[in-house]
């Protein structure tokens, strides 16, 4: 097979394992955290959230680990984009989401705080050990306070709980917990191959093209790797589920920046300079505050500020293809 060619079917199966493996880990996740019973926004900001960023998990930190640091910073700029300007918004014009005060006191916060660490990481052109260290440790800290704050719910709460999980992921987990671990490990199997894959086949496609890696970050990658938040928010929505939906978006671009791109910046180095990224930074600023002001004066998001995320995307898109 010509290079080029197997560099397309290294990036096809990678998605497709990265796809697949989202589904099983999230189905497997999903369904162990609902016998906890545990809220089910709780698990869309939590559970789902961080099983719908491991593709962009595996993909930075094994781009970081081959000093591909543009396709790190460009993966998680980029899936917070589409986050918002795909997902959110095709979420919203299927069925207008209401936002949980909770997301609105302290999420909305959070997302907006991660966001602008992105240009104050990279003021001096790189993201530090220092700086990653530091995301890591807010990302930890994040998770333990929600799930610490979700274990006041009562137990009334158990079976809103699984209804949402399996409105989330589209699978009805089976009941035994050791199934529901081995489904878990099985996924995130799967998304460690899919990554190794995605990378290598995107690389390759990027040099034979002459594109930079940074744009093939932000564009094949970006949306490749946000599938699993597309399907879940897609068929919460659907199912009326929407904070299900709204968590999973939120919690995945906190997630995005705090634990990825510092796990990233952990395993290599990340280069990127504000003044070249200024496209992408005021997508994403942008985009954050549209969200944000919708769901903390509004408490939901919708269709007006769905078609404007929408088109922003596009707009974004079409910007990245003219440069």
Same mark, same amino acid.
């Given at each position: 097979?010509?290079?080029?060619?197997?560099?397309? =079917?290294?990036?096809?199966?990678?998605?497709?394992?990265?796809?697949?493996?989202?589904?099983?880990?999230?189905?497997?996740?999903?369904?162990?955290?609902?016998?906890?019973?545990?809220?089910?926004?709780?698990?869309?900001?939590?559970?789902?959230?961080?099983?719908?960023?491991?593709?962009?998990?595996?993909?930075?930190?094994?781009?970081?680990?081959?000093?591909?640091?543009?396709?790190?910073?460009? $993966?998680?700029? !980029?899936?917070?984009?589409?986050?918002?300007?795909?997902?959110?918004?095709?979420?919203?014009?299927?069925?207008?989401?209401?936002?949980?005060?909770?997301?609105?006191?302290?999420?909305?916060?959070?997302?907006?705080?991660?966001?602008?660490?992105?240009?104050?990481?990279?003021?001096?052109?790189?993201?530090?050990?220092?700086?990653?260290?530091?995301?890591?440790?807010?990302?930890?800290?994040?998770?333990?306070?929600?799930?610490?704050?979700?274990?006041?719910?009562?137990?009334?709460?158990?079976?809103?709980?699984?209804?949402?999980?399996?409105?989330?992921?589209? &699978?009805?987990?089976?009941?035994?917990?050791?199934?529901? +671990?081995?489904?878990?490990?099985?996924?995130?199997?799967?998304?460690?191959?899919?990554?190794?894959?995605?990378?290598? !086949?995107?690389?390759?496609?990027?040099?034979?093209?002459?594109?930079?890696?940074?744009?093939?970050?932000?564009?094949?990658?970006?949306?490749?790797?946000? @599938?699993?938040?597309?399907?879940?928010?897609?068929?919460?929505?659907?199912?009326?589920?929407?904070?299900?939906?709204? !968590? $999973?978006?939120?919690?995945? $671009?906190?997630?995005?920046? @705090?634990?990825?791109?510092?796990?990233?910046?952990?395993?290599?180095?990340?280069?990127?300079?504000?003044? =070249?990224?200024? &496209?992408?930074?005021? +997508?994403?600023?942008?985009?954050?505050?549209?969200?944000?002001? +919708?769901?903390?004066?509004?408490?939901?998001?919708?269709?007006?500020?769905?078609?404007?995320?929408?088109?922003?995307?596009?707009?974004?898109?079409?910007?990245?293809?003219?440069?």
């Amino acid at each position: 097979m010509p290079p080029l060619g197997l560099d397309i =079917g290294q990036l096809v199966l990678g998605l497709a394992l990265l796809y697949f493996g989202a589904e099983w880990l999230v189905g497997g996740a999903a369904g162990l955290a609902s016998s906890l019973g545990i809220r089910p926004l709780i698990v869309g900001l939590t559970v789902v959230a961080y099983g719908t960023s491991s593709p962009e998990l595996v993909v930075g930190i094994g781009a970081g680990l081959r000093d591909q640091g543009a396709i790190a910073l460009g $993966n998680v700029i !980029g899936s917070n984009v589409a986050n918002l300007g795909l997902i959110l918004a095709v979420a919203a014009l299927i069925k207008a989401p209401r936002v949980d005060r909770q997301i609105v006191v302290r999420e909305v916060p959070v997302l907006l705080a991660a966001t602008a660490l992105v240009p104050l990481a990279l003021l001096d052109g790189a993201v530090s050990t220092i700086e990653a260290a530091g995301l890591l440790a807010f990302s930890v800290g994040y998770t333990v306070w929600m799930v610490v704050s979700s274990r006041r719910g009562g137990a009334e709460e158990v079976a809103e709980v699984a209804a949402g999980a399996a409105a989330a992921t589209g &699978v009805k987990p089976p009941r035994g917990r050791r199934t529901l +671990a081995l489904m878990t490990l099985a996924g995130l199997a799967m998304l460690v191959g899919g990554g190794h894959f995605l990378v290598n !086949g995107a690389v390759g496609i990027a040099r034979v093209a002459g594109m930079s890696e940074q744009v093939i970050g932000l564009t094949i990658i970006a949306v490749g790797t946000s @599938l699993p938040e597309l399907a879940t928010s897609v068929i919460a929505a659907i199912r009326g589920h929407g904070d299900i939906a709204v !968590g $999973n978006v939120v919690g995945s $671009n906190i997630f995005n920046v @705090l634990l990825i791109l510092g796990a990233s910046g952990m395993a290599g180095s990340i280069h990127g300079r504000v003044e =070249g990224l200024a &496209v992408e930074l005021v +997508a994403l600023g942008a985009m954050t505050l549209v969200a944000a002001i +919708a769901m903390a004066t509004r408490r939901t998001v919708g269709r007006l500020e769905a078609i404007v995320l929408l088109l922003g995307y596009v707009v974004f898109l079409s910007l990245l293809a003219l440069r």
